[in-house]
């Protein structure tokens, strides 16, 4: 019984984590599906937009009795139905790769809580069973290492508090 009880805390906390993960990743999936849903909205919207002006375009010539089913008339209406749709597909996609990224984030917040959660059971297993970093195995060297960026240039500082100030 005495072991479990130091345990209790670090599941609540692994389970605190890993919930905290699954509900950013539900979160991400959800705006990742309105980012998408509003990307299908905004293509539609070109496409309609792009029907109005081919509509009126359309008008147009025939106020002024064009023939537009051959020729410039018609090169330029098909030029105006291709910038439509490659406007609604730019916007689709622009949608889409902003989801993607969300979901992403989700995915990454996810993995991140199940990574924190383990180094807590692990680290608190250790601690309990008297292996981990506040047990008897710190590092009391005398001489320790300052600068971590370039090891070929060690600063050597002497731990002075095992043998009190000399000049004192």
Known sequence: MAI????????LSAATSIVGGVMAKQNADADAKTQRRIGAVEAEDKRRETRRLLAAQEAQYAANKV???IGSPLDVAGDTVAE???AALRLKFA???MSDAI????DEALLSSIFEATGTLLGG???I????STGSRRNTSPISLINFGDIRKPDFTINTAFSGNPFG
Do not use: N, W, Y
């Open 4 to 11: 479990a009880a130091p345990l209790i805390p670090l599941l």
């Open 67 to 69: 023939v537009t089913d």
């Open 84 to 86: 439509g749709e490659l």
């Open 95 to 97: 949608r889409d790769s």
């Open 103 to 106: 979901q992403r984030r989700g």
């Open 125 to 127: 297993g250790l601690d």
């Open 129 to 132: 069973a008297g292996l981990g």
